[in-house]
């Protein structure tokens, strides 16, 4: 027997004292360390990662924790229930994030409440077998054949638990996800082992860039036995498929080399800068939507729509430029009665937590905001918005501060001027994206980094600012999280 192996009298001892809810439990949460196993018991699926080396006292230890049967932990495996959260605190831990999650959903729903689950499903998975009986993880699996649920596609369980106002199990949802956000931004994935490695639909998160990870723990049980964490052995993580690699990619600098780079999404609701800025991004390589004049529900829609795509996952960087009248923490479209889109939630749409497409990859932001003063602003009404399970007030006194929360990988250019300006010249082009499309479509200007051209922007605008009347005068605002050096084009 190698190091590895747990002793079969001792798997026999812990099957023999678990029900039946309790090994359906154990099956899905090793799902994904022996997909070729998908149909096995619990006694052949145990046997059979033992066989191959990847189960262990700690694994098992792991295992009995999750199913909350710590009288065996303590009788069997002669540790405390302390020592395992403790061992799962330092990352030793051999199930993924994602089947945790299922299980402790499934822990908190009623048996009425599955059911109408499998009614609501009845609209996406026509096919699917609907039986009655059916427990919320046999309803996971189903749906993870069908391709409509994974660990970074949960769109629709989280629909589904809006239905039946289980907001509470949303929450749940997101705080996975802003952890797996946190994981991958330190490079360390929660969890990582081989088998998870070559099969990308199943790992948590696929962090665009990393490589060559190795997962080896060991540790001590109380009883003095090793609990060693079976080896994963070098992991490389899938890289984007976006092409052959024509230059070096620098450890300190964003990969941009997709073709096309990413997609530049423009919402121009006042009408004069559009054109010239799609000229500008589909020059520099950008897939370009462009949208003119858009109200509140329709901008919503269209947000909502782009950050689902599936072609973030190919590209490189993603880029929004909205033009719109607004106050400093909203946007107002075309709507006659002021609502207002809180700015707050257009960059949630595209943060790695709401789309994780664009995990690690930077996103930028360009808005022009035409300042409608308070006193002309008409009463506001309550914006239901899709993707955030909550009314958003959006005539709240929101200090500038919180429409940029530290989520990484955000560049966020906001150019505030009064309404004034737009209505005394009604065809006049915004000077702060005038300025902007001038330095990148400038062949030397191009290939300084972000925050170099952004200075430049900046010193164009405060120069235009000395030449004109103080209520014409452009208020310039960057607040950034880029972890490396961006560059647009080629150096």
Same mark, same amino acid.
């Given at each position: 027997?190698?190091?590895?192996?747990?002793?079969?009298?001792?798997?026999?001892?812990?099957?023999?004292?678990?029900?039946?809810?309790?090994?359906?439990?154990?099956?899905? +949460?090793?799902?994904?360390?022996?997909?070729?196993?998908?149909?096995?018991? @619990?006694?052949?699926?145990?046997?059979?990662?033992?066989?191959?080396?990847?189960?262990?006292?700690?694994?098992?230890?792991?295992?009995?924790?999750?199913?909350?049967?710590?009288?065996?932990?303590?009788? *069997?495996?002669?540790?405390?229930?302390?020592?395992?959260?403790?061992?799962?605190?330092?990352?030793?831990?051999?199930?993924?994030?994602?089947?945790?999650?299922?299980?402790?959903?499934?822990?908190?729903?009623?048996?009425?409440?599955?059911?109408?689950?499998?009614?609501?499903?009845?609209?996406?998975?026509?096919?699917?077998?609907?039986?009655?009986?059916?427990?919320?993880?046999?309803?996971?699996?189903?749906?993870?054949?069908?391709?409509?649920?994974?660990?970074?596609?949960?769109?629709?369980?989280?629909? &589904?638990?809006?239905?039946?106002?289980?907001?509470?199990?949303?929450?749940?949802?997101?705080?996975?996800?802003?952890?797996?956000?946190?994981?991958?931004?330190?490079?360390? $994935?929660?969890?990582?082992?081989?088998?998870?490695?070559?099969? $990308?639909?199943?790992?948590?998160?696929? $962090?665009?860039?990393?490589?060559?990870?190795?997962?080896?723990?060991?540790?001590?049980?109380?009883?003095?036995?090793?609990?060693?964490?079976?080896?994963?052995?070098?992991?490389?993580?899938?890289?984007?498929?976006?092409?052959?690699?024509?230059?070096?990619?620098?450890?300190?600098? /964003?990969?941009?080399?997709?073709?096309?780079?990413?997609?530049?999404?423009?919402?121009?609701?006042?009408?004069?800068?559009?054109?010239?800025?799609?000229?500008?991004?589909?020059?520099?390589?950008?897939?370009?939507?462009?949208?003119?004049?858009?109200?509140?529900?329709?901008?919503?829609?269209?947000?909502?729509?782009?950050?689902? +795509?599936?072609?973030?996952?190919? &590209?490189?960087?993603?880029?929004?430029?909205?033009?719109?009248?607004?106050?400093?923490?909203?946007?107002?479209?075309?709507?006659?009665?002021?609502?207002?889109?809180? @700015?707050?939630?257009?960059?949630?749409?595209?943060?790695?937590?709401?789309?994780?497409?664009?995990?690690?990859? $930077?996103?930028?932001?360009?808005?022009?905001? /035409?300042?409608?003063?308070?006193?002309?602003?008409?009463?506001?009404?309550?914006?239901?918005?899709?993707?955030?399970?909550?009314?958003? *007030?959006?005539?709240?006194?929101?200090?500038?501060?919180?429409? *940029?929360?530290?989520?990484?990988?955000?560049?966020?250019?906001?150019?505030?001027?009064?309404?004034?300006?737009?209505?005394?010249?009604?065809?006049?082009?915004?000077?702060?994206?005038?300025?902007?499309?001038? *330095?990148?479509?400038?062949?030397?200007?191009?290939?300084?980094?972000?925050?170099?051209?952004?200075?430049?922007?900046?010193?164009?605008?405060?120069?235009?600012?000395?030449?004109?009347?103080?209520?014409?005068?452009?208020?310039?605002?960057?607040?950034?999280?880029?972890?490396?050096?961006?560059?647009?084009?080629?150096?």
């Amino acid at each position: 027997m190698t190091r590895c192996e747990v002793p079969a009298s001792l798997i026999h001892q812990i099957e023999q004292e678990l029900d039946k809810e309790e090994e359906e439990i154990m099956v899905f +949460l090793c799902r994904d360390l022996a997909p070729d196993l998908a149909t096995a018991d @619990l006694r052949e699926l145990l046997v059979a990662l033992n066989e191959r080396e990847q189960l262990s006292f700690l694994g098992l230890s792991e295992l009995l924790y999750r199913v909350k049967r710590f009288d065996l932990l303590r009788r *069997i495996l002669k540790t405390e229930k302390a020592t395992v959260e403790a061992n799962l605190a330092r990352c030793f831990r051999i199930i993924p994030a994602y089947r945790v999650l299922m299980v402790e959903i499934n822990e908190n729903l009623e048996k009425e409440e599955v059911g109408s689950l499998v009614f609501l499903l009845r609209d996406y998975a026509p096919r699917m077998k609907m039986a009655k009986d059916k427990s919320f993880l046999a309803l996971v699996i189903d749906l993870e054949k069908l391709n409509l649920v994974a660990p970074n596609q949960l769109d629709l369980i989280e629909d &589904c638990f809006r239905n039946i106002h289980r907001i509470d199990l949303i929450r749940k949802i997101q705080n996975y996800k802003h952890e797996a956000l946190l994981s991958s931004l330190h490079s360390q $994935p929660v969890y990582v082992n081989a088998l998870q490695a070559s099969l $990308p639909n199943l790992s948590l998160i696929d $962090p665009p860039y990393n490589s060559g990870i190795q997962n080896m723990n060991t540790g001590k049980s109380e009883n003095g036995e090793s609990l060693i964490l079976a080896a994963a052995g070098p992991v490389h993580m899938s890289i984007q498929e976006s092409g052959a690699v024509s230059h070096k990619v620098f450890d300190d600098q /964003y990969r941009m080399q997709s073709q096309p780079l990413g997609i530049c999404l423009i919402i121009d609701c006042i009408g004069n800068d559009a054109d010239v800025l799609e000229e500008t991004f589909r020059g520099l390589g950008y897939d370009v939507h462009c949208h003119r004049y858009l109200n509140m529900n329709t901008m919503n829609q269209t947000l909502l729509e782009v950050a689902r +795509l599936q072609k973030h996952r190919s &590209c490189d960087s993603f880029v929004c430029i909205l033009v719109s009248r607004g106050t400093p923490q909203s946007i107002f479209c075309t709507d006659h009665t002021f609502s207002g889109f809180p @700015l707050e939630q257009i960059k949630k749409y595209f943060t790695a937590d709401s789309c994780p497409e664009l995990l690690g990859k $930077p996103k930028l932001f360009f808005i022009q905001s /035409y300042i409608v003063p308070e006193n002309e602003q008409e009463c506001t009404s309550l914006l239901e918005v899709d993707g955030n399970y909550e009314k958003i *007030i959006t005539n709240a006194k929101i200090p500038w501060k919180v429409t *940029i929360p530290q989520v990484a990988d955000i560049f966020w250019s906001h150019c505030k001027v009064d309404v004034s300006t737009i209505e005394k010249f009604p065809s006049s082009s915004s000077y702060y994206l005038h300025c902007l499309a001038e *330095i990148l479509s400038s062949p030397h200007k191009r290939k300084l980094s972000i925050l170099d051209i952004h200075t430049e922007l900046n010193r164009k605008v405060y120069e235009w600012n000395k030449t004109t009347d103080p209520s014409q005068q452009y208020s310039l605002l960057l607040q950034h999280t880029l972890r490396k050096k961006l560059f647009l084009s080629s150096t």
